[in-house]
């Protein structure tokens, strides 16, 4: 019912119908619709406090959405994260939740988990699979820190590192699952300004590996310039959706938004 | 202490080394007089100029103290010593705080078997004061910081000096074993802890704990050849064997509930039950004349049974429990500990079947046999006699050698950082694909297995198996071996299984006080070392989650050797 806009060459990848979410008496998110295109970058804009990260956790299976579905690639995802990261939607988390007693190199190991199969015989055994196994890990997952720019710090301990560098963390253990869908809730929380220049590259490079990317964003200049398309929300409402263009002319999102905007952006964390 | 020490300083001033010094040598010199005419107590210290047992120890600690104190001070100390021994100043005082354990224990335990301190002979009285002199003297020395070593030896040269300090255990095992005088055993103990932390000061422990991370392979090897000699020490006598053996299934236990509680993080209490299950398959299908069932398949069919059984009670009680959050798993393990106590109590045919003869459990369970190889015959190898608790001793190795590799090889896979990653963030390892729930199933039901493993061979090496050997409080040992160890390393919970098992054989007439030393025991741990002695670094990171200066200063060296080639 609502399949809106002819769907052109692009599939969609995600397609959230409806969703709801509750706490109690508070409606944190309220009857949203949200898809995503392949290879499309979205912005998910709105005031603190508005339900953008409770979206998120709608989206992973990291809260059961009280009413709503989700599906990625045509498939149902259960409201399981393990499964959700298993179809191929992946993320990071506002406030960082890396393993930080781990080193730089081994957090982005545990995101190839889902792909990997060694049990315990082979674990123990440890024959030419295991061994080509582990060694693919490896190499894939150096990869995945060269890509982010973190080559050199592999074998840093993840809480050792720099705010902006565990961010990037974030998102190399994030792809580390070979996601076809990346969201990222607010990538660029407590970056300098050319940190944030350097994310919105790092963006655009996932992109460009096929990867369509959500990104929760205070920061209105870096998405304006980054989404294809941007989302807002305001009190768990979809106030307006569409291109750069249109959400920055719109009159309820400067009123609802950037007019209350700039100081809690500011603070933003 | 530091406060102590400041003033000493500041009273003593340049004085504390001359009287540090002079405390040394009239150690050394007392050990050469009679301490106590009496030569039935604490390995006779009677005769003159002939240092028996604790008057060695005090020797040793003498001497050692005289060399660190001329590598601080003197005409040695600029060239030859002082730059040999940096930390010379740090080991001369933990020399001073030992000497004064190591003298006047002994000096106290005359006072107490002979009634009072008029029975110590003057050689006691000149190390007594010695001992106090050096201890005074030694606080005001100055602060020294404890050295990192940087020899680049060939390793071939590091292997010997593995193989080298693993004899010096050895042989300090052996000797320890065969105190028979219980305070001179408590003696021998401070006496090696003051000799171990001497090292620690001079950076020669931190050097060994760094070539053995990087020769693991080595040192386990020659740790296990080691271990392979003692019973050749013992000359047939099977009192120590019987310990030994003993230490060793209660070490493999330990290490199988150091896969649930240092690997996967999981609070197990109820962990002996599934040595126990082991042990009553083991016992119920062994060729007992007190078993009802007259199945008797052969040994290793009964270890994989037994094994299995315990696996599946641990999946039984881990599928409901694992789903929720951690403090439910230590209830539900508790009470599964004690379900599984009175089930064997009860399962005398009074009501249901007749498995276990109730509280008489299963007695006179027959020695193994495996292929033509019977366990209780004694045997003679290379003309030295090994008993019936040796032929146990070799059989435990391998299967302990099959534990420890199987914690190694799990510790650092991909399942490894999956359990890592579950005591980092559970949440957030879920989110990225782990599978939380059936990797924790599996730490517990494997950590179960292994005891289940063990509990067949116990049930043979017992000979009898009762229901009262599994109770809350050998969970609880368990717990304490892992917990003052080290969780999640195997050195570790070697030595906190040798501690634990070991003190009250030898301590027996302490067994009194037993919990409250080992309660005292870990609440000092508890204060001052967390992660236990031998700690694993990522354990050591996570109970410290403040401590920046360690964050760095370990980085290098948490993650495992292979997962991190450069
Ligand atoms: N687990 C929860 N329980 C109760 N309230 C919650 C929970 N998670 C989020 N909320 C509430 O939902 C609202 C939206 O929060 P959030 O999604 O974090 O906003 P945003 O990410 O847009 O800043 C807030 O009012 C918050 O307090
Ligand atoms: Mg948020």
């Known amino acids: 019912m609502t399949a809106t806009e002819p769907v052109t060459e692009t599939a969609t990848v995600l397609q959230a119908q409806s969703i709801t979410m509750r706490f109690g008496g508070l409606v944190a998110v309220n009857n949203v619709d949200f898809d995503v295109n392949d290879r499309e970058i979205v912005g998910l804009i709105g005031p603190n406090g508005a339900g953008k990260t409770t979206f998120f956790n709608c989206l992973t299976g990291m809260y059961r959405p009280t009413r709503g579905t989700v599906s990625y690639r045509g498939r149902r995802l259960p409201p399981q994260p393990r499964l959700v990261a298993r179809a191929g939607v992946a993320r990071t988390f506002q406030n960082i939740r890396l393993f930080g007693n781990m080193t730089a190199l081994e957090n982005v190991m545990v995101g190839r988990y889902c792909r990997t199969k060694s049990g315990v015989l082979t674990s123990i055994i440890r024959g030419p699979r295991y061994r080509r196994e582990e060694r693919e890990t490896v190499e894939r997952s150096r990869e995945l820190l060269d890509f982010v720019g973190l080559g050199r710090n592999a074998d840093h301990l993840a809480r050792n590192l720099p705010y902006g560098d565990q961010r990037r963390l974030e998102i190399a253990r994030a792809m580390a699952t070979d996601p076809g869908l990346l969201l990222l809730d607010e990538p660029t929380a407590g970056m300098n300004a050319q940190e944030t220049a350097q994310a919105s590259q790092l963006i655009f490079a996932i992109r460009e590996r096929g990867l369509a990317v959500v990104v929760i964003e205070h920061d209105m200049r870096f998405i304006f310039r980054l989404c294809d398309r941007i989302t807002c929300l305001v009190r768990g409402e979809k106030l307006v959706e569409g291109t750069a263009d249109v959400v920055q002319s719109d009159e309820r999102v400067i009123e609802a938004y950037l007019g209350t905007g700039p100081a809690k952006a500011e603070g933003g964390r | ?566």
């Open chain 2, 1 to 566: 202490m530091s406060a102590i020490d400041s003033w000493l300083r500041r009273t003593l001033g340049r004085a504390g080394w001359p009287i540090a010094l002079a405390g040394a040598v009239l150690m050394a010199v007392g050990t050469f007089l009679s301490w106590t005419y009496d030569p039935n107590i604490v390995e006779n210290l009677t005769i003159y100029l002939y240092p028996a047992g604790p008057q060695v120890y005090t020797l040793i600690l003498a001497l050692l103290a005289v060399v660190m104190l001329l590598a601080v001070r003197g005409p040695l100390a600029t060239r030859p010593l002082g730059s040999l021994l940096p930390g010379g100043a740090g080991a001369a005082r933990t020399a001073g705080v030992f000497s004064v354990l190591v003298v006047w224990l002994i000096l106290v335990s005359i006072a107490v078997q002979l009634h009072g301190f008029v029975n110590i002979d003057p050689g006691g009285w000149v190390s007594g004061v010695g001992a106090l002199a050096l201890f005074v003297g030694s606080r005001a020395l100055p602060d020294s910081p404890r050295p990192v070593l940087d020899w680049r030896l060939p390793s071939a040269v590091q292997i010997i000096l593995i193989a080298v300090a693993l004899l010096l255990v050895l042989t300090a095992a052996a000797y320890a074993l065969n105190r028979s005088d219980a305070w001179v055993f408590i003696d021998f103990l401070l006496f090696l802890a003051g000799v171990v932390l001497m090292s620690r000061n001079l950076g020669i422990l931190g050097y060994l704990a760094d070539a053995t991370a990087r020769l693991r392979r080595v040192t386990l090897l020659a740790a296990f050849i080691v271990a392979f000699l003692f019973p050749f020490t013992q000359n047939g006598s099977d009192a120590n064997m019987s310990i030994a053996t003993q230490v060793l299934i209660f070490a493999t236990t330990a290490i199988g509930l150091n896969i649930v509680v240092g690997l996967a993080g999981l609070l197990d209490l109820g962990y002996i039950a599934f040595l126990g299950s082991g042990a009553y398959v083991g016992a119920i299908l062994s060729a007992s004349a007190f078993t009802h069932i007259h199945w008797h398949p052969p040994f290793l069919v009964v270890v994989l049974i037994g094994a299995c059984v315990a696996a599946c009670f641990g999946l039984i009680i881990g599928s409901p429990t694992l789903r929720v959050s951690g403090d439910y798993l230590a209830i539900v393990t508790l009470a599964f500990g004690e379900i599984f106590r009175l089930t064997m109590n009860n399962l005398d045919g009074s009501n249901g079947p007749d498995l276990t003869n109730g509280p008489n459990g299963i007695p006179a369970i027959p020695d193994l046999r495996i292929g033509g190889f019977d366990f209780g015959e004694p045997h003679t190898v290379l003309g030295i006699e090994l008993g019936r608790f040796a032929n146990y001793y070799f059989l435990l190795l391998v299967v302990i050698a099959f534990v420890v590799l199987a914690f190694a090889r799990m510790n650092d896979s991909r399942i490894g950082r999956g359990w890592v990653a579950i005591r980092e963030d559970e949440r957030a390892a879920e989110a990225m694909g782990v599978n939380t729930f059936s990797l924790k199933l599996l730490a517990f039901a494997g950590g179960a297995f292994l005891a289940g493993l063990a509990g067949t061979i116990k049930a043979h090496h017992d000979v009898s198996v009762t229901p009262d050997q599994y109770q809350f409080l050998e969970s609880a040992f368990l717990l304490s071996a892992v917990v003052l160890g080290g969780m999640g390393t195997v050195g570790g919970v070697l030595l906190g299984a040798v501690i634990l098992k070991l003190l009250p054989e030898k301590l027996r007439f302490f067994s009194d006080y037993r919990l409250l030393l080992f309660g005292l025991l870990l609440v000092v741990m508890m204060r001052f070392r967390p992660e236990g002695m031998l700690a694993s670094r990522r354990r050591q990171l996570e109970l410290h989650e403040e401590d920046e200066e360690l964050a760095e200063e370990l980085e290098g060296q948490v993650a495992d050797v292979e997962v991190a080639p450069r």
